[in-house]
């Protein structure tokens, strides 16, 4: 039976239904809201209404974790206080002696409470990530963009900061295993010498090498050796999600392998076809500091860059457009020949059949292009076709971009290869018998390899299977030897950047289980006595500086900064290949002329943006990380259209089978506004089924229907049908709403120039004098934050960080699905306009606004959150007792609550990972953004020994840090000339929930987006 005191509610509806077109009518009669959150508030359902109406969701109290038992908050009152009437007897307990153990000689670097930062990088897709990290005692706990690196400068991306989680993964491999045997380095390095012993004798003929992209020129040179060595062994590369469409492009257009990067801080034009390129890609994070910078109104600037998106899926980039059209994948060749005949290029003619809303955005495009020669730019995405990025290149030299917008360089790849050929290369020898030796270093092919290879059965015919790898996974089920790879933290390697620049990687910390890294695996194949990673890197650099001076001091320099100097590519002088244009135009009109007919779907491909390609897919972290946009967690989905789910009749949430020829995976729905029609976008990287603890079962994997044979991104033809079953997406976009008011505020570029405090306008601040609060002065110090919503591109890195810093837990699906997740900040997402299917798209990162007047502070009634000396709004976590008052009485839901203990019960070695300056929390206290506090200490007492005040710009809250668009500025308010202060006086500057009088420290710069007249005549 059910406690009689307080009987439990029946659940939630997983999800209510969608009447699409109730909202369409609300927004096109201008009854809906300006901005919206989501479907569902469109529609006007009752129920929804009502769940809005309950601040909390139902349940969202409850302690215990069955729905059955309704444990509430009153019986854990009445058994918490007898809990404490019975712990008084035995509250004089002595607690036992605990002995600290000091340095017998203290390292002569380490201060205890005094971390040190080393450079470093992190590789992903074979580029180098450049990094510093931070170390306490030897222990690292927290990563930042390596600022003197011209890849990142001082930046750095969502996955580049969860990567420190994966060190202490105590799912690692710990040690090297045979057959799934306990063995030893030696034992694995005696064998597989003789291994290598007898492929000798044949040249290498059964002797194949399996590895990632590969940019080190350390690594390089050994696997050329190697080669050489064993001239009839293989190389063999592959990457899930990687760049074969781009190198094929280059090759189509120049006739060599070329790699193009993107100067946009000197594009005033930019037309992105499906390229996500602020967020994903190599120079992401570049590319978003240097289109920020275009983008940003302050100093009384009233002019920024243009861009247009096309895209089949709504992205991070796409949010920033100034125009957007959503198009079918299968469309982009048909757009890229509109533009190349709109700009007169040569060989390029009008398509047939293109949607006119698309035709006219391109034909104002290439007027804009056009317009501003030399100074645009076309940026095509990964996933397209090689033919559409041949066109690029093309139309970019016909602007004149190459050498200004456009940088074209060799390779930074040391083989640039067509990555889905060698695997099936591989496949097909390993069918054939043809190799008796096979290392995999690094990757999962057996998971993530087009399905059609069947991998896994090829790999069986070989005799000796060796797979370096840093945790258990599908692929290493299928080896004899499994060696455990080191961390990149563990680690001595290198590594380009996408322009070249070299960076020489660091270990912070001794490997925790013996890790290897593939330099030493192919020591042992390479050399009587195996050298150790650092000497095989160290020597190889020691030969490439032989001419130098003080070889040691450049090493030092080196490591030191982060960088090896000089190691940047030279621009290329290149130009189009015109005798070979003919052939990939030709291709393109193919390509063009294959556009589905309207209510035929397709299904479009993308790695996922937390886990990727699944290589995270056991980081917490990233796999609660809401995704840009659909804000889903924990899942994937098959996201359509609205407008294609209500042809189709399915509602979010409902199980459909997506079949391609015979092959098929079934995964819940989810409808996006801005998804373009007939379009089903999948994300891979889930479905793992040997990830470990934390990854293992999460969404689906889609591998079984992404095949060579049909299109590794892009499938035309494919079947949905529905299944009549549900599964619940937990997904956050409804969480934490302020209901009717001006959150986001946005202008046109020319409505802000005719209006700079339009903003401003659309609210209402009380007086000072208005409020029943006491002044408080500040003497010295006075905390604040701006952020700019026109430059923010809704990344997540920041949420990320702040988890990194602060020791955030991982609450799980079950805790998300009840507004419980922990994240002190938010990134929300608001749709504007009337166009269901197209709405403009807004970003608005929100933490702890850290009120003049907080609302929180009068309520609690232990003093638990107090108004510090310099304007915080303090949190006493020891003196909290979970009232919840504060969360109650704060209008940005700003505010998380502990529900359970989510850090109890830890792995010994995840706790090496917490920031020693910030509290643990335990369970029943309240958290929240503190301004990262613990920095602001650790300045303050800098400051104060050198006998000098706090420099502007000293303290760099952990979001602002990370911030690629460099959205998020924090300083000293009380100083007039701190750069902070002087965005505050910016024009386009807002309080959020400013009617309240709270009096926020944390003020918004409104977004303005700079659209083409002629579109928005239209």
């Given at each position: 039976?059910?406690?009689?005191?307080?009987?439990?509610?029946?659940?939630?509806?997983?999800?209510?239904p969608?009447?699409?077109a109730?909202?369409?009518?609300?927004l096109?009669?201008?009854?809906?809201?300006?901005?919206?959150?989501?479907?569902?508030?469109?529609?006007?359902?009752?129920?929804?209404?009502?769940?809005?109406?309950?601040?909390?969701?139902?349940?969202?109290?409850?302690?215990?974790?069955?729905?059955?038992?309704g444990?509430?908050?009153?019986?854990?009152?009445?058994?918490?206080?007898?809990?404490?009437?019975?712990?008084?007897?035995?509250?004089?307990?002595?607690?036992?002696?605990?002995?600290?153990?000091?340095?017998?000689?203290?390292?002569?670097?380490?201060?205890?409470?005094?971390?040190?930062?080393?450079?470093?990088?992190?590789?992903?897709?074979?580029?180098?990530?450049?990094?510093?990290?931070?170390?306490?005692?030897?222990?690292?706990?927290?990563?930042?963009?390596?600022?003197?690196?011209?890849?990142?400068?001082?930046?750095a991306t969502?996955?580049?900061?969860?990567?420190?989680?994966?060190?202490?993964?105590?799912?690692?491999?710990?040690?090297?295993?045979?057959?799934?045997?306990?063995?030893?380095?030696?034992?694995?390095?005696?064998?597989?010498?003789?291994?290598?012993?007898a492929?000798?004798?044949?040249?290498?003929?059964?002797?194949r090498?399996?590895?990632?992209?590969?940019?080190?020129p350390?690594?390089?040179?050994?696997?050329?050796?190697?080669?050489?060595?064993?001239?009839?062994?293989?190389?063999?590369?592959?990457?899930?999600?990687?760049?074969?469409?781009?190198?094929?492009?280059?090759?189509?257009?120049?006739?060599?392998?070329?790699?193009?990067?993107?100067?946009?801080?000197?594009?005033?034009?930019?037309?992105?076809?499906?390229?996500?390129?602020?967020?994903?890609g190599?120079h992401s994070?570049?590319?978003?500091?240097?289109?920020?910078?275009?983008?940003?109104?302050?100093?009384?600037?009233?002019?920024?860059?243009?861009?247009?998106?096309?895209?089949?899926?709504?992205?991070?980039?796409?949010?920033?457009?100034?125009?957007?059209?959503?198009?079918?994948a299968?469309?982009?060749?048909?757009?890229?020949l509109?533009?190349?005949?709109?700009?007169?290029?040569?060989?390029?003619?009008?398509?047939?059949?293109?949607?006119?809303?698309?035709?006219?955005?391109?034909?104002?495009?290439?007027?804009?292009?056009?317009?501003r020669?030399?100074?645009?730019?076309?940026?095509?995405?990964?996933p397209v076709?090689?033919?559409?990025?041949?066109?690029a290149?093309?139309?970019?030299?016909a602007?004149?971009?190459?050498?200004?917008?456009?940088?074209?360089?060799?390779?930074?790849?040391?083989?640039?290869v067509?990555?889905?050929?060698?695997?099936?290369?591989?496949?097909?020898d390993?069918?054939?018998?043809?190799?008796?030796?096979?290392?995999?270093?690094?990757?999962?092919?057996v998971?993530?390899?087009?399905?059609?290879?069947?991998?896994?059965?090829?790999?069986?015919?070989?005799?000796?299977?060796?797979?370096?790898?840093?945790?258990?996974?599908?692929?290493?089920?299928?080896c004899?030897?499994?060696?455990?790879?080191?961390?990149?933290?563990?680690?001595?390697?290198?590594?380009?950047?996408?322009?070249?620049t070299?960076?020489?990687?660091?270990?912070?910390?001794?490997?925790?289980?013996?890790?290897?890294?593939?330099?030493?695996?192919?020591?042992?194949?390479?050399?009587d006595?195996?050298?150790?990673?650092?000497?095989?890197?160290?020597?190889?650099?020691?030969?490439?500086?032989?001419?130098?001076?003080?070889?040691?001091?450049?090493?030092?320099?080196?490591l030191?900064?982060?960088?090896?100097?000089?190691?940047?590519?030279?621009?290329?002088?290149?130009?189009?290949?015109?005798?070979?244009?003919?052939?990939?135009?030709?291709?393109?009109?193919?390509?063009?002329?294959?556009?589905?007919?309207?209510?035929?779907?397709?299904?479009?491909?993308?790695?996922?943006?937390?886990?990727?390609?699944g290589?995270?897919?056991?980081?917490?972290?990233?796999?609660?990380?809401?995704?840009?946009?659909?804000?889903?967690?924990?899942?994937?989905?098959?996201?359509l259209?609205?407008?294609t789910?209500?042809?189709?009749?399915?509602?979010?949430d409902?199980?459909?089978?997506?079949?391609?020829?015979?092959?098929?995976?079934?995964?819940?729905?989810?409808?996006?506004?801005?998804q373009?029609?007939?379009?089903?976008?999948?994300?891979?990287?889930?479905?793992?089924?040997?990830?470990?603890?934390?990854?293992?079962?999460?969404?689906?994997?889609?591998?079984?229907?992404?095949?060579?044979?049909?299109?590794?991104?892009?499938?035309?033809?494919?079947?949905?049908?529905?299944t009549g079953?549900?599964?619940?997406?937990?997904?956050?976009?409804?969480?934490?709403?302020?209901?009717?008011?001006h959150?986001?505020?946005?202008?046109?570029?020319?409505?802000?120039?005719?209006?700079?405090?339009?903003?401003?306008k659309?609210?209402?601040?009380?007086?000072?004098?208005?409020?029943?609060?006491p002044?408080?002065?500040?003497?010295?110090?006075a905390?604040?934050?701006?952020?700019?919503?026109?430059?923010?591109?809704?990344?997540?890195a920041?949420?990320?960080?702040?988890?990194?810093?602060?020791?955030?837990?991982?609450?799980?699906?079950?805790?998300?699905?009840?507004?419980?997740?922990?994240?002190?900040?938010?990134?929300?997402?608001?749709?504007?306009?009337?166009?269901?299917?197209?709405?403009?798209?807004?970003?608005q990162?929100?933490?702890?606004q850290?009120?003049?007047?907080?609302?929180?502070?009068?309520?609690?009634p232990?003093?638990?959150?107090?108004?510090?000396?310099?304007?915080?709004?303090?949190?006493?976590?020891?003196?909290?007792?979970?009232?919840?008052y504060?969360?109650?009485?704060?209008?940005?839901?700003?505010?998380?609550?502990?529900?359970f203990?989510?850090?109890?019960?830890?792995?010994?070695?995840?706790?090496?990972?917490?920031?020693?300056?910030?509290?643990?929390?335990?369970?029943?206290?309240?958290?929240?953004?503190?301004?990262?506090?613990?920095?602001?200490?650790?300045?303050?007492?800098?400051?104060?020994?050198?006998?000098?005040?706090?420099r502007?710009?000293?303290?760099?809250?952990?979001?602002?840090?990370?911030?690629?668009?460099?959205?998020?500025?924090?300083?000293?308010i009380?100083?007039?000339?701190?750069?902070?202060?002087?965005?505050?006086?910016?024009?386009?500057?807002?309080?959020?929930?400013?009617?309240?009088?709270?009096?926020?420290?944390?003020t918004?710069?409104?977004?303005?987006?700079?659209p083409?007249?002629?579109?928005?005549?239209?």
């Amino acid at each position: 039976m059910t406690s009689p005191i307080e009987p439990p509610a029946p659940p939630e509806p997983t999800t209510l239904p969608i009447d699409f077109a109730a909202a369409r009518e609300r927004l096109r009669s201008s009854r809906g809201p300006a901005f919206w959150r989501g479907l569902e508030e469109l529609a006007g359902d009752e129920r929804f209404q009502e769940f809005l109406a309950r601040e909390f969701p139902r349940h969202a109290s409850d302690w215990d974790e069955s729905l059955e038992r309704g444990f509430s908050r009153r019986r854990f009152f009445e058994l918490g206080l007898a809990s404490m009437a019975l712990a008084g007897m035995a509250a004089c307990t002595r607690q036992p002696f605990e002995k600290i153990v000091p340095y017998v000689k203290q390292p002569e670097e380490i201060l205890p409470g005094v971390p040190l930062q080393f450079a470093t990088a992190m590789t992903l897709g074979g580029f180098a990530q450049p990094l510093l990290a931070e170390s306490h005692e030897g222990r690292p706990t927290k990563l930042e963009g390596n600022p003197e690196h011209p890849a990142s400068l001082g930046a750095a991306t969502a996955l580049a900061q969860a990567s420190i989680l994966d060190l202490y993964d105590p799912d690692r491999l710990q040690t090297p295993t045979k057959l799934e045997t306990i063995q030893t380095w030696a034992l694995f390095s005696d064998e597989l010498k003789a291994a290598a012993k007898a492929q000798k004798a044949l040249g290498g003929a059964g002797l194949r090498v399996l590895t990632g992209s590969v940019t080190s020129p350390t690594l390089a040179s050994q696997l050329r050796t190697l080669l050489a060595a064993f001239p009839k062994a293989r190389w063999h590369q592959w990457e899930p999600a990687g760049r074969d469409e781009v190198r094929a492009g280059a090759v189509k257009a120049f006739g060599q392998p070329v790699e193009t990067r993107y100067e946009l801080s000197k594009a005033d034009v930019v037309v992105a076809l499906d390229a996500d390129f602020l967020v994903s890609g190599p120079h992401s994070v570049r590319y978003a500091k240097d289109f920020s910078a275009r983008r940003r109104l302050v100093g009384g600037a009233t002019e920024m860059s243009r861009l247009y998106t096309f895209e089949s899926s709504p992205t991070p980039t796409g949010t920033k457009a100034d125009n957007r059209q959503p198009v079918r994948a299968s469309a982009l060749p048909a757009v890229a020949l509109a533009l190349g005949a709109e700009l007169g290029v040569p060989g390029f003619a009008k398509p047939a059949g293109l949607d006119e809303k698309v035709a006219r955005t391109v034909a104002a495009a290439a007027k804009d292009l056009k317009s501003r020669a030399g100074a645009g730019v076309v940026i095509v995405g990964d996933p397209v076709a090689a033919p559409v990025h041949a066109a690029a290149h093309a139309i970019n030299a016909a602007l004149g971009a190459i050498g200004k917008t456009v940088v074209l360089t060799e390779p930074a790849e040391a083989e640039p290869v067509a990555q889905g050929d060698s695997l099936a290369a591989l496949a097909a020898d390993m069918k054939a018998g043809q190799v008796q030796l096979l290392l995999v270093l690094g990757g999962n092919p057996v998971y993530d390899a087009p399905s059609d290879l069947a991998f896994a059965d090829a790999l069986q015919k070989v005799p000796l299977r060796v797979h370096l790898t840093s945790a258990a996974n599908e692929t290493s089920r299928y080896c004899h030897w499994n060696v455990p790879q080191a961390h990149f933290l563990e680690s001595w390697t290198d590594a380009r950047a996408l322009d070249g620049t070299v960076t020489i990687a660091q270990p912070l910390i001794e490997p925790l289980y013996d890790g290897k890294t593939a330099h030493e695996v192919l020591s042992v194949l390479l050399e009587d006595s195996p050298r150790t990673s650092h000497d095989v890197v160290k020597e190889f650099w020691r030969a490439e500086k032989r001419g130098a001076a003080d070889f040691e001091a450049f090493w030092r320099k080196s490591l030191h900064d982060g960088l090896v100097e000089g190691t940047a590519f030279e621009p290329r002088p290149a130009t189009p290949d015109a005798a070979g244009a003919a052939a990939w135009l030709a291709e393109l009109a193919e390509l063009a002329g294959r556009v589905g007919k309207p209510g035929a779907l397709e299904l479009s491909f993308r790695p996922d943006p937390s886990v990727w390609d699944g290589s995270f897919a056991n980081n917490g972290w990233l796999q609660e990380l809401p995704r840009p946009l659909s804000k889903i967690t924990w899942d994937n989905a098959a996201i359509l259209a609205p407008a294609t789910a209500e042809r189709l009749g399915v509602q979010p949430d409902d199980v459909v089978t997506l079949t391609v020829g015979g092959r098929s995976a079934s995964l819940p729905v989810f409808v996006q506004p801005g998804q373009a029609a007939d379009v089903v976008t999948v994300h891979f990287g889930f479905g793992r089924t040997v990830a470990g603890r934390v990854g293992n079962g999460v969404g689906v994997d889609v591998a079984p229907i992404r095949t060579r044979a049909a299109g590794l991104w892009l499938v035309p033809g494919v079947q949905l049908a529905a299944t009549g079953r549900k599964a619940r997406l937990s997904q956050t976009q409804q969480h934490f709403r302020m209901e009717g008011r001006h959150i986001v505020r946005s202008a046109t570029l020319a409505e802000y120039r005719k209006e700079p405090d339009f903003a401003k306008k659309l609210g209402e601040l009380p007086a000072v004098e208005e409020s029943l609060y006491p002044p408080m002065a500040y003497k010295d110090n006075a905390w604040g934050v701006s952020v700019d919503l026109g430059t923010c591109i809704g990344c997540n890195a920041c949420m990320v960080a702040c988890q990194a810093e602060n020791n955030v837990p991982v609450v799980g699906k079950e805790q998300v699905g009840r507004s419980r997740e922990m994240h002190w900040i938010r990134i929300d997402h608001y749709y504007e306009g009337n166009d269901l299917e197209n709405p403009l798209i807004h970003n608005q990162p929100l933490m702890c606004q850290q009120c003049e007047n907080a609302p929180c502070e009068v309520v609690c009634p232990v003093g638990a959150t107090v108004h510090g000396a310099e304007g915080l709004n303090e949190m006493a976590y020891n003196r909290c007792v979970g009232t919840r008052y504060c969360s109650n009485n704060c209008p940005y839901k700003a505010r998380r609550f502990n529900f359970f203990e989510y850090n109890a019960d830890k792995e010994p070695v995840l706790k090496m990972l917490a920031n020693p300056e910030v509290t643990v929390r335990s369970r029943g206290v309240m958290e929240k953004c503190t301004y990262c506090i613990q920095r602001i200490n650790r300045a303050k007492i800098a400051a104060e020994r050198e006998g000098r005040a706090i420099r502007d710009g000293e303290i760099r809250t952990a979001c602002q840090q990370t911030c690629p668009a460099d959205a998020i500025v924090f300083g000293n308010i009380n100083d007039p000339l701190a750069h902070v202060s002087k965005l505050k006086k910016e024009p386009r500057t807002y309080w959020v929930l400013e009617e309240l009088n709270t009096r926020p420290r944390t003020t918004y710069l409104a977004s303005v987006k700079n659209p083409n007249p002629d579109l928005e005549a239209g």
